[in-house]
């Protein structure tokens, strides 16, 4: 079920299971964006125009033969019913997403209004904060038992389906194996993040 992201490390070169490493042309294929391709194009002016469009957050998180892992995630979206996908994007420089990919399997948990600490807290890079679960709550998926975090607000348990390239990211699509809702920690909302700060609906909304 983890066989696209196996494909996807070996390309990238990550350390796998099996098999010698892909030759430097190999590498170099999978480079991002090319110098001459680079649009000219303000990168705070690109996070400061889309940083108008307010996204829920997530966590997602796996479990290996290291312990449990995860990372802060506000590129997610549903992406087809039938079949059940959904999907996020994930930066090529990730330190979590190699563990994800050997794994094949992932919860994402949707993070409710008053979860903005518990974010920034696995919104830092796994090479400065190795354990991210120290003190965190959390119980293992039905179907794969990845790490859903408690009190979130919902939590979506799935297999690694396909991996994409996306520019200096990677496009993840995940098949959904099994979902649910905590109605009373999605009683105050989501946990949104607009214009480079945490914030929620109002009330009534």
Known sequence: MAATAVRYLRSAGSPTTAGPPPPPSARRALRAVQEDERPPLNPAEFRRVLGHFASGVTVVATTDEAGPTG??????????????????????????????????????????????????????????????????????????????????????????????????????????????????????GPLLFHRGAFTRLAPGR
């Open 71 to 188: 990372f802060a995630c506000q590129s997610f979206t549903s992406l087809s019913l039938d079949p059940p996908l959904i999907a996020f994007m994930v930066a090529r420089t990730s330190t979590t997403w190699p563990r994800i990919a050997r794994s094949g399997v992932f919860c994402v948990s949707i993070l409710g209004a008053a979860q903005a600490e518990l974010c920034r807290s696995f919104a830092i890079s796994s090479a400065d904060r190795p354990d991210k679960f120290a003190g965190v709550p959390h119980t293992p998926c039905p179907v794969t038992g990845s790490p859903r975090l408690t009190g979130a607000a919902a939590w979506i348990d799935c297999t690694v389906h396909t991996v994409h390239t996306g520019g200096d990211h990677l496009v993840v699509v995940g098949r959904v194996c099994a979902l649910d809702t905590d109605e009373e920690a999605a009683a105050d």
